[in-house]
């Protein structure tokens, strides 16, 4: 801009020493020669000013479009700062995400690794579970065992009992006796006992059929009882007779 005001003054001064120079050349010639001078002095001046002109236009066009990059230039100072501001933001943004997004890491790793113990510990009880069935259904199978066994001996020692009421009449007469009496009657109770508890531990396994008792135990003490209960034998009468013989 600076250049083409300076032009626009040199010609402006180059012009003012030309008018000069023409009217003082034409006050020292004649009409003729200084006519021709007048007339190509008049038509560079004419082309200067047009030129001078033209320059003119052209500043004030470029004064316009410095104006509208001044007005430019403000306006993307304003979007930088305006942006340099969402930048801020944005980086604000992604710094709190990616916090959030290590921590969330950091729970679902946990989250596995519970999973994992978890699921050790599920198939671990899952075998354990299968253990217990197998067991559970063998005790089943010994109890029920042992339940028939348990009612097959009731059985025999109430037809034992019953067997005393055929003998002859001196096994009668014997058992009368006070000390064989005793004998029956504990015998008869410990069968009624044990046959108490038949009965309860039939209830008990058909009102809880998941759980388990020591059965064994019973039908142990219960032989154990059989044996040391056990009547003695009782001598028939030709028996006797023949001891007293031999003697």
């Not at 059985?155 to 006070?178: F, H, I, N």
């Amino acid at each position: 801009m600076i250049k083409i005001i300076s032009n626009f003054l040199a010609v402006l001064f180059v012009s003012s020493l030309l008018s000069n120079a023409v009217y003082a050349q034409a006050a020292r010639r004649d009409d003729g020669g200084s006519a021709r001078v007048i007339n190509k002095l008049q038509a560079m001046v004419r082309e200067m000013t047009a030129e001078r002109d033209a320059l003119k236009a052209e500043n004030d066009k470029l004064a316009a479009e410095i104006e509208t990059l001044k007005e430019q230039h403000e306006a993307a100072v304003s979007r930088e700062e305006k942006l340099g501001g969402e930048l801020d933001t944005q980086k604000s943004t992604i710094e709190a995400v990616r916090g959030r997004l290590d921590q969330t890491h950091g729970k679902l790793v946990e989250v596995v690794e519970k999973y994992k113990v978890l699921n050790q510990s599920k198939n671990q009880l899952s075998l354990e579970h299968a253990e217990l069935q197998k067991l559970q259904e063998f005790t089943v199978s010994e109890l029920d065992s042992c339940e028939n066994k348990n009612i097959k001996m009731y059985q025999a020692t109430r037809d034992m009992l019953k067997d005393y009421g055929g003998q002859s009449l001196w096994a009668r007469l014997v058992q009368a006796e006070p000390v064989f009496q005793f004998k029956s009657v504990e015998l008869e109770n410990i069968i009624q006992e044990y046959e108490d508890k038949l009965i309860e531990q039939q209830y008990r396994r058909k009102t809880e059929p998941e759980e388990v008792y020591e059965e064994t135990e019973i039908v142990d003490e219960m032989q154990e009882s059989a044996q040391d209960s056990k009547p003695e034998e009782i001598q028939e009468p030709d028996d006797i007779q023949s001891q007293e013989e031999g003697s």
